[in-house]
Each structure stands twice: as C-alpha cells, then as structure tokens.
C-alpha cells in the first residue's frame, strides 16, 4: 500500500520505510521555535541542539504594550545571545512569524518543522509537514527531535475554475462551512485539483494557515513553479517535491466544484460559521472596524486588492480600519508599489507587522458592542477584545469594500 504526503515525510525524518495511520515515531525535525527558550533555561540546559535551525521572533506584543512584556522581549534578546541563535528577527526587523520564517528559509517541500503558535499549520503550504510542538518545544530545543502518532489523511479536492473575484479565504471559509470545523481533527489534509494549482501562493497559504481551524495536524499543498520561485534564494539546501503513491490510503475524500463559489462571510463565534457575502449584505450589518493584518490575510496581494478598491476614496466616517502586513518585507514592497499611501490616504491608519489586533492583545482592541469585520482567522467570542463584541471574518477585498461602505458588503461590486 502506497502513503500520503504526510506518511511519507514522516517515515523518512523517523528512518524507516513506512509509517501507518496510529503509529508512533520518534522524528528528527528540520527547524523549531524558540517560543520555549525560556523553559529550557530553567531546567538547567545550557546549549540548544543546533543554533542554526531555531528561528525566533517578535510578534505578539510588538513593540512591547505593557512593562511585563517589555521585560519579557528583554530576556528573549538575552535568551538569544545566550544560546546563539542565528535566526532572530525583533519587530522592525522581522513581522509575524509564519511570514517571516518563511521568507527566511525555514521551510522547503519535504520539511517536517515543529514550532511554536496553533498556526503553524502555514507551512504546510511549502508542501511540508508544519505542526504547533507547544510544551514540547523543550524537548526538540535540546534534542532536534519530536515523537509523532502518524495522522490519518484527507483529500481534499479542489475541482472547476475559482471566480476572479474568489480567493483562498473565500474557499476555506466555504469547506468549513459545509465540512465543520473537526474534519481534519489531528489529520493531515492534502489539497489537490484544478483550483489548488491555479490559486497563488499567497492563496493557498491562507488555506493551510487556517488548517488548525478545522482541527489539522497538518494542511499540505502539492509544490510547483509557484512554490519554487518563493523558496528560490531563500532556501539553499537541495530539497524534492513530495506526493502522495497513487495507491495510497485516506481516512476520507471531499470533492468541491469552485466555479460558482461566491464571495463568503464567517458569521461571529466560529469559522465554520460560512455563508456568502450578499446574504449578510442584505443584513445591512453596520460595522465599527475594519482589520486587514494577521498571518493569515496580509500578503502583498492582499494590500493591493484592498488599494485597488480604496484608491481615490474615503472610508466610511463611522469606521476605523487598520491595516497591518504580515513582515516587514512585504511593509517594504507595499510601500514601494504605492498600496499603503493609498490606504492612508483613504484614511486607514497604517501600522507595522504585528499580531497585535488579531488575538485582542493592542493596537485595535474591540470594545463593549462594537462590530469588526476581518481578515484573520478566528472569530470566537473575546477573540479580538471585549467578548460582547462581534467578530466577521472575511476576504482582505470584503473587508476593504465594507470598510468603504460602513457596512458588511459583497465586494464584487467594488471591484
């Protein structure tokens, strides 16, 4: 019997010729985060397996909000310098970390990475196995390894021709919507079909960062021209595309037509709360903020669809909109291609890369009552502030277009 994309990553990082469904391995990883630094210190371990594969980041309380958290980066900087981490990138320097990790060459097809952060997941669009390692963190810092109950997988095939005016967002938020939010449920879900090749990376990246939201261990994308020419000058180490044998086993298989997909809309308290734009725009939902930032809608491309329907206009009186890009990269290129002055310009205030307003830590915190729509990946209650406020998650072109028109809106008539 053949394996999966994830079943054969595994096999090959534990060292053995197969790896099934309920098995457990002990795997060698690729690269980790320095999320656990701080409690690797404490157990007394005064080195970590390999300072050239720990990536660390600031990224949730950037720049630092509270003193606590200022004291906190402080020793993080410390941590670094202790165990001589090469791959640290402070705000200013870096963004969120499933952006900048991946701009800086930590993952490439055939990877298996275990990190710090539920969306984790993002990598998998490199046509790798990425995972949230938590507490176990510790263990991969000091050792360079993880054990692993290998997956059972999905497929998931993407079939027709997406609409012009559909996007990655639009397509997860349609499978949770008519899957629920437990079908990967500590599964690996492959993304095949005609769809999953003709999106763009920045696409796809949105669908496999969302991965966790439908309880995956793993979301994978198949490699490509579009998959190497990110990777190219970022990744120097020889790597090789992975798919599945032919024969090989799934847990289930999910068939989607896209051709008549819609623009969709997450209703607040879960993201499998799907349904399309035009039905809540018929809702007249009046919306106080507008959020295009997160690691999972902030792209390049996400800031010029936005640019594109705000050039020349006014965001409507009633609505604040924050924009923040996903690293300081794409800050830079946004810049230089004119997005951002337009978005400013249209009276959207224009922040640096943070987490910041995604999880309600600062920097767009909700209050009592008040309505956001936005392009990040979770809408439970409290998610971005006051837990009587509301969360709609959408596309970076509806919330553009809502931000425009003080109200939930289906975009393709702005666009």
Sequence with gaps: MGMTIAEKI??????????????????KVDATGGHMLPALERLGVDRVWDPEKVFVVDD????????????????????????????YFEYGRGGILHQVFAEHGMYAPGDLVAQGDSHSTSGGVFNACVTNAALDGVHILAFGELWFRVPESV??????????????KDVILKLASELGTDFGLYRSIEYVGPVASQMTLAQRWTITNMGVEVGAKFAIFEADEKTDEFLLGRVSRPYTRVTADSDASYAAEYEFDLSDLVPMVARPGDPGNGVPAEAV?????????????????ARLEDLEVAARILKGKQIHPDVRMLVSPSSQEVFGHALKAGYLGILAEAGALVEHSTCG???GGHLGVLGDGEVCISTSNRNFQGRMGSPLASVYLSSPATVAASALAGEIVDPRAYL
């Excluded at 993080?76 to 310098?81: A, D, H, N, W, Y």
Aim: net charge positive.
């Design 10 to 27: 595994l096999a090959a990082h534990a060292g053995v010729n197969s790896a099934k469904p309920g098995q457990y391995v002990w795997c």
């Design 60 to 87: 949730h309380q950037a720049p630092p909000p509270t003193i606590d958290a200022a004291n906190h980066v402080k020793n993080v900087r410390r941590l670094v310098k202790k165990y001589g981490i090469k791959n």
């Design 155 to 168: 497929r998931v095939v993407l079939n027709g021709t997406l609409p012009a005016w559909c996007v990655g």
């Design 281 to 297: 725009a018929r809702e007249h939902v009046k919306i106080d903020q507008a959020f295009l930032g997160s690691c999972t809608n």
């Design 357 to 359: 307003p995604c999880y």
